[in-house]
């Protein structure tokens, strides 16, 4: 599984000595500080992480450690937290509904910095153990928040639930910077666009980018018009994406992949992700090598 951990403090010097800290006791795990608030806040969103360690006291920003701690519950459901302060009595009663939620795995409070952050080091150590030892906790989340996203019945939050899902099922494959609804000069709106920045060799065939167009339609299938449109997003990237994923709650059209075998020639793919292909990435327990298997497949059919 990834194992990205987010340092989100606001005091800089604590945020990068921790991030060395860590990055030196466990250096099979990548570390990511942000001390800035907008930092921190555009990180929660845009990147993915599998757990976050949240200092509760953030004197210089008008959030603190709870409303962050709120908000990474709010979009990233299978993240874990881990709480650090030095005035943890201070926040015991907002501290008490968080820690129901379940999603708290440690409370670690702060002192010597040596004393400390190897009490942090063995925290997350212990806590990617056990999920190794059982990764059913996060595959469940993410069926969850699948079945959330279809069975949303609000219109407006129904594509935007789909496209965050998706993101963070992109993120299971070890992408770290996503994009969401974002317009080009000509002013065609891609849904997500995913850096293709991975250590893959595999991947990194695929250009600079990878665009993904989420179509939440589980009453209608994905046509051909749809795919047409998509592609014509994928060829006006001047080259920059090489891969497209049609992503979509429904299920898709023959003459959809009979298009799809048309355009077989060209350098661009682009492969389908429906209701089988989605649910097989989300149970696998190696969901970037499922993603890899999936475009090999699909490569060779069209």
């Known amino acids: 599984m990834d194992k990205t951990v987010l340092i989100l403090e606001d005091e800089v010097d604590q945020a990068e000595g921790l991030r060395k800290a860590l990055s030196a006791a466990l250096p099979q795990m990548r570390f990511e500080a942000y001390s800035g608030e907008q930092q921190i806040l555009h990180a929660i969103e845009h990147r993915f992480y599998s757990l976050a360690i949240v200092d509760l006291r953030m004197d210089k920003y008008e959030i603190d450690g709870l409303q962050v701690i709120q908000t990474i519950l709010s979009v990233n459901p299978f993240s874990k937290i881990i709480v650090v302060s030095a005035y943890g009595e201070e926040y015991f009663q907002q501290l008490n509904e968080v820690l129901l939620s379940g999603k708290v795995v440690g409370l670690v409070q702060k002192g010597k910095f040596v004393e400390f952050s190897a009490r942090l080091a063995k925290t997350i150590e212990d806590y ?43 993120g299971s494959f070890g992408y770290k910077e996503i994009s969401k609804r974002v317009k080009d000069r000509s002013l065609n709106e891609v849904d997500l666009i995913v850096r293709n920045e991975t250590d893959d060799p595999f991947l990194t065939k695929f250009g600079k980018y990878i665009l993904v167009e989420c179509k939440n339609y589980p009453n209608r299938k994905v046509n051909k018009n749809d795919f047409i449109v998509f592609s014509s997003k994928l060829t006006h990237s001047n080259g920059l994406a090489e891969l497209g994923v049609l992503a979509t709650t429904g299920h ?39 993603f890899k298997r999936l475009i090999d497949a699909q490569v060779k059919d069209n």
């Open 128 to 170: 990617f153990s056990r999920v190794e030892r059982d990764p059913s906790e996060v595959n469940n989340a993410l069926l969850q928040y699948y079945a959330d996203a279809k069975n949303e019945e609000d219109a407006s939050k129904k594509g935007q639930r789909f496209e965050h899902f998706i993101s963070l099922l992109f």
């Open 252 to 290: 898709i059209t023959w003459n959809t992949y009979l298009e799809a075998i048309r355009e077989s020639a060209e350098a661009r793919k682009i492969i389908f992700l429906s209701n089988p292909e989605i649910e097989a990435v989300i149970r696998a327990t190696d969901k970037r090598e499922a």
